[in-house]
DNA sequence: ATAAGTGCAAAACATTTGCAGGCTT
DNA sequence: AAGCCTGCAAATGTTTTGCACTTAT
């Protein structure tokens, strides 16, 4: 997904493209750990030292909207957003709270199996796996 | 899981038996549709009028603690809670919101030929599946 | 030119905390 | 009797909203 194709989205769905909604697709999409609103915007204010929280809580309103990107409600209370809509297991840290995706072909034949045994066609999915990571053991 | 049991777990981990503590028990225990703070502060005002908000939350961090029940947090930014700590999937209608969980040995088996894939020991999991429930169709 | 998007600040929520008085042990 | 627990209210943190100004189309 590089900025081309984003814009494409946004101007197919009669969106604006701007400034800021490239820069945080752009911080998003490269990311891999799942930020919060919060980290996203203190990592863009220093590219972007005008930048709002309010829009960074709008783009990310609209990624969701669009089908880019995922919400994710964390027990601790956190809101992380994360950019990978296919199928996968987020393996978090008890310990520190890392998040990384595990995703294999694996998970996806069992996901198939349990999927026909419910008789559901489904719209989503999250699965979600606590471990101690390698660093905290 | 009675009144009894509550009891005695609550004395053995040096925690005082209250009236209150007992009441959000009997609530959340026997509910299944995971219900949020507020949705159970509304519920035990009926027979409770002096209860407070606090109480709930303080009772809430508790039995998570106790291991009683799990903290869920949904990607609509709610957090609800479920007093069922056995692997289950939580079946949530994207249209109208209900939960309710699925369990069967079918989806245990699966898991754990993911869980010998992955080659972590968990410590914990969770399983959200949406889809369009029949009420919603 | 027009309508949508932005930054700012205030408002709305949800959750946590501190404390005086009440209740279990 | 002692200390934990409760209700209340204030504090905190996060997300949403309203509005005048700016920018993309």
Redesign the interface.
Known sequence: MDTQDLMKIFRENGYKVTAQRLAICDLILSRKDHPTAEQIYQNLKKKYPMISIGTIYKTLHLLKELGLI??????????RYDPDMELH?N?IC?ECGKIHD?K?D??KE??N???S??R?????????????CEECK
Chains 1, 2 share one sequence.
Not at 70 to 79: H, I, P, Y
Request: glycine letters at 8%.
């Open positions: 995922q919400e994710l409600g964390f027990n601790e209370g956190s809101v297991i393996m008890s595990y294999c694996k998970v069992m996901w199996v349990i999927i045994d419910i559901v066609k489904p719209k989503g999915q999250r699965i979600d796996i606590y471990y101690e």
